[in-house]
Structures are given as C-alpha cells and as structure tokens.
C-alpha cells in the first residue's frame, strides 16, 4: 500500500507499541511515529518502535501539540515521500483497528481527490457519555454554522491525499483544535470527503486520552464561535439603533411609518457594520466582492422586509401595541429567527 501511516504520540504506554507492531502486520510498511515532547522516562518506547522496518520516529523536544506533531510528518512526507498516494493519521492508543485503516486506504484509493473520514458509531452502548454527548453537540454546531454534514467531529482517524498536504500543512492550530480546522479548510478549500464507518473502541473508558474536555473543548468552539459572533454583534447593533430611533419618533408618525423608519434605519447600519466584519473576519471571504456586496444587500432588504411585515403584523395588527419597548422585544424575537436562517445564506450563497 503506497500509503504512510502517521502515529503521533505524546507519554504513550504498551498500546503505541503495539498499535506500530500490528499496523504492520495488516501491511502497511511505512510508519511515522512522532514523539511529541514526551517525558524521558516514555522514550523507551520510542526506541523500541524506531528498530522495526519500515518504522521512522521524529521528535520534538517538547510538547508542541497533536496539531503540530502531524503537521511536522506531513513536511517530512512531503520532502522524503513523494511516491505515495497519500497518509492516514492514527491514534496511539489502539483504538483505531488496522482493518478500519485499510478500508480508509482502499476507499482513498477509490476517491484519490477526497479526505477519508474512519467515523464511529456513536450509538453503541459502549461509548462513553462524555464522548457521545460532545460530538453530538459539535455535530450540531457543524452543520448549523457551518454548513458541514458529518457523523464523527473528532475522528483521529484520517486518510489524507498527498496532493492536499500543502493545504493541511498551512492550516492554524497546534494542538486538538487543529483537527477541527482541517474540516473547515477543507469546507473553504472544497476538498470533498467522504466517511468509511469503523468499530467503536474505547479503551478503559478512553482514560489515556490526552483530550481535556474543558480545555480543549473550548478551543475547538471558540473556532466555530467566530462564525456567529459577528451576527450576534451585529443583531444587537441593530437591536440598540432600532429602540432608539423608535423612542425618538414618538408618536410623531402614524405606527406603520415609524417601525418602517426605525427598522430601515437601523439596518442600514448594522448591515454596513455585518457585512465588515463577515467578509474580512468571519468567512475570510476571497469571493469577489462586488458579487458578495449586492448578494449581501440583496438578502439584507429581504430580511428587512420580513422583519418589517412580521413586526408590524405582530404589534400592530394582532396586539394593537403603540410606541413601547414591547414592539422592540417582539421585532428581537423575530430578528433571533431571520438572523439563523440569514446566516445559512450568507454561509452557502453570500460568502461562498
């Protein structure tokens, strides 16, 4: 198989060696396997793996993070192995069965321009909570805010085209939200993918996971958190100008006039405002930016005029409400649902 397998590993015990050996005998005859800063007394281990065939063991001299460790194997293959079809990445800790890695490799072989995603199921009795509870989350989370439809968020196990390692070498992270950022890359690149279901293997309860669910749960949603921060900001930049222009006009104008103006003028603001910050921040946008703009402007006067209509309906028509802070929570609730649907097409259409 013209295939490199990539181990990265940080304080392993038995399991690493033996996940190397059997690797090996399923076939595969080029292992990478990086030490990750490992303390002394686990580098044992390390040598006992370098003396196989087929076997090459890096190291960092300190712990750089898992993102950082495959990242310095993609370099290495890049420069020393440009004869292969491309890699697959593997946890040390057994839990990933060499029988799942070839069926990756096979299912690359047959789709050379995709990544190949080994998922686990997640409804088996034998996962933990923990596990099943925060990928169903990140599934979640994926799909809404990032237009991404995937079973396995945080599956080590990858098989990875060559002609895609440049991109996956540039990627940001060093440590667990790396993996989450390759899903992204990939969604902004158009790297398709495709999942190959694999057995789900928890070992002692997943307890030699290095994952730390607080901390590094938190890295990989402050990523995808950045996607709707800015039209969270912006909803309530248009929140604020919309209650205020609404309690400067008064009764001054007749009720339609008045939710008409405070809406437009308040808008016309935060669309300013959110279109900013989605183009350069958020979606990192190198879409033309004429096209972007009138596509922007164009769903920002459709999404006006719901909210107007739906507003007014609501206020006016069904409650018979005057100027008062109510119609500013009933147009907030109304803005809460426009702005998830709104951020779907920005997502696929807007930015894309």
Request: glycine letters at 6%.
């Amino acid at each position: 198989m013209k295939t490199t397998v990539i181990v990265p590993s940080l304080n392993p015990d038995e399991k690493m060696v033996n996940t190397v050996k059997s690797i090996l005998e399923e076939g595969f005859d080029d292992i990478i396997v990086v030490n990750d800063g490992s303390a002394p007394e686990y580098c044992g281990r390390f040598d006992e793996v370098a003396v196989l065939p087929g076997v090459t063991v890096l190291t960092h001299e300190v712990n750089r993070g898992k993102g950082r460790a495959m990242k310095t194997a993609f370099e290495y293959v890049l420069n020393n192995r440009q004869d292969i079809l491309g890699v697959i990445t593997v946890d040390a800790d057994g839990q990933h069965l060499p029988k799942d890695m070839r069926a990756c490799v096979e299912a690359m072989e047959a789709q050379p321009d995709k990544v190949i995603l080994g998922v686990r199921d997640f409804s088996q009795p034998q996962v933990p909570f923990k596990s099943k509870a925060g990928n169903n989350i990140t599934k979640a989370v994926f799909r809404f805010a990032c237009g991404i439809k995937i079973s396995d968020t945080q599956t080590g196990l990858r098989a990875i085209p060559y002609r895609h390692l440049p991109v996956m070498i540039g990627i940001e992270g060093d440590r667990y939200e790396y993996e989450t950022n390759q899903l992204l890359v990939m969604k902004k690149q158009g790297i398709g993918f495709d999942e190959v279901v694999i057995d789900t293997v928890y070992i002692d309860d997943n307890a030699s996971s290095h994952f730390h669910p607080f901390r590094d749960s938190m890295r990989i949603y402050m990523t995808i958190l950045k996607f709707i921060g800015s039209s969270i900001a912006s909803f309530l930049v248009d929140f604020v100008i919309f209650t205020i222009l609404n309690l400067l006009i008064g009764d001054s104008m007749e009720e339609t006039t008045r939710i008409a103006v405070a809406t437009v003028g308040a808008r016309i603001v935060s669309s300013i405002f959110n279109y900013t910050l989605n183009r350069k921040v958020v979606f990192k946008s190198d879409a033309d930016m004429k096209k972007s703009l009138v596509r922007y402007f164009l769903l920002a006067i459709c999404q006006v005029t719901v909210s107007f209509l739906l507003v007014d309906l609501i206020a006016e028509k069904w409650l018979g409400l005057g100027a008062s802070f109510l119609e500013s929570v009933i147009k907030m609730v109304v803005d809460l649902v426009l702005f998830m649907i709104s951020y779907q097409i920005q997502q696929r259409w807007v930015f894309r």
